[in-house]
């Protein structure tokens, strides 16, 4: 299996964990690849080698930070020659190529898309990670007895999750003006069209048994994530429709416990691990990814 994941950008990292790998020809190594079936690009990750065990693994960053999963569909092992001046690949004796309608879906969560900002899954993303740093400023300003400090960031929050197509969207304290710290869509429609889309992948004509066990797992975290949203959205609504700083303890707290479990859900069962169904954004982001990922087989 080839997996795609982030290091220091979106999908600019890739894992490869394989069994049953043979050991190569005598004088002879193996090369990975990364493949694209539509431009016939080629990328080299490197000379592998099985251990012992027949099992292999590889990491591979791309130094200039490049979205792997967007250029990429295909992978090969191939046998070369060990002092081999081709740059091109040799005979492959693995291989491995993703399925192009449900990855053309894949890719509008976690690579671009057009209609909106960015990506919806990566936007979901961001735009949560941004949502945090206005929670944190609303428990500053009640720290510091300002209602309306607390209310300014908490109508950040209304606006990041709404988007400007929102019905709460606007100047809700009134003061300054309409302040949006985020790219214009929200949250909540990023999440909506995350799950949308994940599970317009897992219909495609030739998805995988895998992309529709992790697209399942996309809309558990989504589900889970669009509550959490909404229950943060009525605490800041609420915060807004304060008076004093007395009165808004309580959301202030709401919104800290929730803002967390928006991004990286909470390991609920204490089993070391969040799953789908205890994720958020975060976690229905990384399902799609896995949604992704490559199988390989011998040829």
């Not at 693994?57 to 930070?65: I, V």
């Not at 490049?66 to 020659?81: A, H, K, M, W």
């Not at 069209?193 to 529709?212: C, G, K, W």
């Amino acid at each position: 299996m080839v997996s795609f994941f982030d290091t220091i950008a979106p999908s600019d990292s890739v894992a490869v964990l394989l069994s049953g790998i043979a050991a190569p020809e005598s004088s002879m190594t193996l090369e990975a690849w990364l493949m694209d079936s539509q431009t016939g690009a080629i990328f080299p990750l490197g000379q592998v080698a099985p251990d012992a065990n027949g099992r292999l693994s590889l990491q591979f960053s791309d130094p200039d930070g490049r979205n792997l999963l967007g250029l990429y569909d295909g992978f090969q092992i191939t046998q070369e020659p060990q002092f081999d001046d081709d740059p091109t690949p040799g005979t492959a004796v693995y291989s491995g190529q993703q399925v192009p309608e449900a990855l053309s879906q894949i890719r509008t969560i976690t690579v671009v898309s057009g209609d909106v900002p960015t990506a919806y899954g990566l936007g979901a993303r961001l735009q949560t990670e941004e949502l945090l740093r206005h929670v944190e400023f609303i428990q500053i300003a009640n720290d510091l007895l300002s209602i309306a400090d607390a209310q300014r960031h908490a109508e950040h929050v209304v606006n990041l999750l709404e988007g400007e197509q929102g019905e709460q969207f606007g100047d809700l304290d009134g003061a300054h003006g309409i302040q949006n710290p985020g790219d214009g869509f929200g949250i909540i429609p990023y999440v909506t069209l995350m799950q949308e889309t994940a599970v317009l992948a897992a219909n495609a004509p030739d998805a995988t048994n895998a992309i529709q066990i992790h697209s399942s797992h996309v809309v558990l975290a989504t589900d889970n994530a669009r509550l959490w949203a909404e229950q943060i959205r009525e605490a800041a609504l609420n915060i807004l429709g304060s008076s004093t700083v007395g009165e808004i303890d309580t959301y202030v707290q709401t919104i800290n416990q929730l803002g967390s479990l928006l991004l990286n859900g909470a390991d609920s069962n204490n089993d070391g691990a969040i799953a789908p169904a205890e994720g958020g954004v975060f976690a229905a982001y990384q399902h799609t990814q896995y949604m992704a990922a490559i199988p390989i087989i011998n040829e």
